[in-house]
């Protein structure tokens, strides 16, 4: 056995968690033919080094110093040899002297370039042969060091080299996962689904789109109201004219009215000039009315007006203008509680909930969290840099089993958190932010139908048992490998349990 073998265990590789950064939707990717993928266990550095020189103490120096950093060394004493010893093993990385009687690292390096692509080449250049050192790096060489060099440089360049072959096989490894996603999950515009739920929601999103007919989607705080509101208009004939949105929220009310329709000049004390409103701005496309339940009563009169005549009057002014917007509306809050306060018009609301599309809370479609999950990995490793590669499996299980109140952009933002927090590639649970983890701990009240003067401890346990498994399985949607994660059990103790206890 070599001493010097750098196998994957000793180089302590992280626990792989249950997920591997896969999915993100990504259709131009053009794979680099030349770089392997790192497969799945696959130590990621050099291993092997293969050093070609004429002059044999050189040869022997860098053979130790390369031994001494845990590389195993073959070594040439020509051109013409690296290639021979190249036909018959692999090695990770060349390290050639430019200048040899024969063939010299140049053409070695050129002819690595065509046959051996996957290997790195590095070039050594004596004095007054560093023209041909840089040829050899235009010739696709990585580096040079110029001879006489220190050790250290030596090593230096070598792990240089290493982690950028680290990286290229690493973005291979990503490229290839995400071809895969692509052709396996499920999209609809930038919007992830997964679940029978959201399916339901990207199908009337497919009927609806074509029509100018008013949509109203309904749904909590983050579910993603907005992502299925430009669905509807990408899928649309308008997709080429704009997506103008507005939050009716946000807005102080003085301003809404002259935002949504315009103003002529001198209509109040600012208006120095006419200016158009966003339901002219939304020509030809479509208007998006977020939060329309905070719009103020007066101008919920003139939005109905609007959708009915199909024209509006700028604030100031008598004449009448044609529109030709689409318009969409989305709100959290519960529309026709408010119809009943009297806060939101009855008229208006019928007018609006004509097409109703209920986006369901994530937790009611809890499939949809672990391709989220790896989706929103994919995309924050990219904007911020980080570099988480998986998931833990006791993270990943409170990432299931957490209540999630504010829903996708709830887990958009803990994603973020956790990966900010994360070390060595692994997504741990202690990575998760307080909130996520607090939860955990707190869980609901259990009420189990037990007889009042039934005391058996054994009857209870067995009630509290079967009682969690439902709950498991609930919160899982009937995945049993992941129930059997939240539960603490074993996957066979769990099936186990579920045939003892008919739940099958
Ligand atoms: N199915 C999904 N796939 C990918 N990303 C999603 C999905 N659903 C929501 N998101 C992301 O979650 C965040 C919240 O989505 P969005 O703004 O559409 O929600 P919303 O319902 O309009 O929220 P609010 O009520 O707070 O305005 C966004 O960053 C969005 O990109
Ligand atoms: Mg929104």
């Not at 696959?42 to 950093?69: C, I, K, N, Q, S």
């Not at 789109?209 to 907005?226: H, Q």
């Not at 919160?475 to 206890?501: C, M, W």
């Amino acid at each position: 056995m070599d001493a010097g073998r750098r196998d994957a265990a000793a180089r302590g590789r992280p626990r792989r968690g249950a997920i591997v950064v896969a999915p993100s939707r990504q259709t131009t990717m053009t794979p680099s033919a030349e770089v392997p993928a790192a497969k799945p266990g696959e130590p990621l550095g050099f291993t092997r080094v293969l050093v070609v020189d004429d002059e044999a103490p050189l040869r022997h120096m860098l053979e130790l110093l390369l031994r001494r950093e845990q590389y195993q060394v073959v070594h040439a004493d020509s051109g013409e040899a690296a290639i021979e010893l190249l036909g018959r093993e692999d090695v990770d990385v060349v390290l050639t002297d430019v200048r040899m009687p024969g063939m010299g690292g140049l053409e070695l390096v050129r002819w690595l370039h065509a046959e051996r692509p996957g290997t790195t080449a590095i070039v050594m250049s004596a004095f007054g042969t560093i023209e041909l050192a840089l040829e050899a790096m235009h010739a696709g060489a990585y580096d040079y060091i110029a001879k006489p060099f220190k050790q250290d440089e030596v090593v230096l360049t070598l792990r240089k080299a290493e982690e950028r072959e680290r990286l290229r096989r690493e973005n291979r490894a990503l490229r290839e996962q995400l071809r895969d996603a692509a052709a396996t999950s499920d999209w609809l515009g930038d919007m992830l689904i997964r679940s029978a739920g959201m399916h339901a929601v990207a199908r009337t999103v497919r009927k609806v789109a074509p029509f100018k007919t008013t949509v109203l989607v309904l749904g909590e705080s983050g579910v993603g109201k907005e992502l299925v509101s430009r669905a509807i208009h990408r899928l649309s004939p308008r997709a080429d004219g704009p997506f103008v949105a507005v939050n009716c929220g946000a807005i102080p009310e003085a301003l809404l009215e002259s935002e949504l329709f315009g103003h002529v000049r001198g209509a109040f004390t600012d208006a120095t000039a006419d200016k158009r409103g966003l339901f002219e701005e939304a020509k030809g496309g479509t208007l998006f009315l977020d939060e329309i339940g905070e719009l103020p009563l007066a101008l919920q009169v003139k939005l109905l007006r609007a959708l009915q005549e199909e024209e509006i009057r700028r604030v100031g002014d008598t004449r009448a203008i044609k529109i030709d917007a689409r318009v969409l509306a989305a709100t959290s809050r519960e529309l026709a509680q408010m119809v009943e306060d009297g806060s939101f018009r009855q008229d208006l609301y019928y007018r609006l909930h004509v097409m109703p599309i209920e986006v369901p809370p994530l937790r009611e479609r809890r499939e949809d969290i672990a391709p989220l999950l790896e989706h929103f990995i994919v995309a924050i490793n990219r904007r911020l840099g980080t570099k988480v590669q998986s998931v833990a499996d006791d993270a990943l299980a409170r990432l299931l089993a957490y209540h999630w109140p504010g829903n996708v952009r709830e887990l958009e933002n803990t994603v973020e958190h956790a990966a900010v927090m994360a070390e060595g590639g692994v997504l741990q649970l202690a990575d998760l932010p307080e909130r996520v983890l607090r939860t955990a701990k707190s869980g609901g009240g259990v009420t189990l139908a037990i007889p009042e003067g039934d005391l058996s401890v054994k009857r209870a346990q067995r009630a509290l048992e079967r009682e969690f498994i439902l709950r498991a399985l609930a919160l899982t949607d009937g995945n049993r490998t992941h129930a059997a994660k939240l539960l603490e059990l074993s996957h066979r103790a769990l099936l186990y349990k579920i045939k003892e206890f008919g739940l099958a």
